[in-house]
């Protein structure tokens, strides 16, 4: 599967912006989707990830209650809802694919064979 992220760009502090991961290849609704980033000097982290239907979701700490992932199978994309944005999301954002057999969600970037190129996001102050 292929693996295209978009929507990053320029944002203030508390703003909002959705990222999107579109799939082509394979049906998406085969694939649990992470999503992660990777800050200037840092290592890439784990964000969100969401179940091959979507009913499981789960975050890093750092933005439960203001990132939600979500996804629609039939248009083969996932997206990534970031809300009240602060100046360390700052981040290329990357979404990334694994085939699963049940409904789970994987969190680290080491269960993940698919990646898209990335979409930048800079929240500024």
């Known amino acids: 599967v292929q693996l295209q992220a978009s929507g990053g760009g320029l944002v203030q502090a508390r703003g909002c912006l959705r990222l999107?991961?579109?799939?082509?290849?394979?049906?998406?609704?085969?694939?649990?989707v992470g999503w992660f980033r990777q800050a200037p000097g840092k290592e890439r982290e784990f964000v969100a990830t969401?179940?091959?239907?979507?009913?499981?979701?789960e975050y890093a700490a750092a933005v439960k209650r203001r990132f939600t992932a979500s996804r629609d199978n039939a248009k083969n994309t996932v997206y990534l809802q970031m809300n009240n944005l602060r100046p360390e999301d700052t981040a290329v954002y990357y979404c990334?694919?694994?085939?699963?057999?049940?409904?789970?969600?994987?969190?680290?970037?080491?269960?993940?064979?698919?990646w898209g190129q990335g979409t930048e996001l800079t929240v500024s102050s």
């Open positions: 969401i179940s091959r239907a979507g009913r499981v979701t």
């Open positions: 990334a694919a694994k085939a699963t057999v049940t409904g789970a969600t994987l969190n680290t970037q080491f269960s993940y064979n698919y």
């Open positions: 999107s991961c579109a799939a082509s290849g394979r049906p998406f609704s085969d694939y649990a």
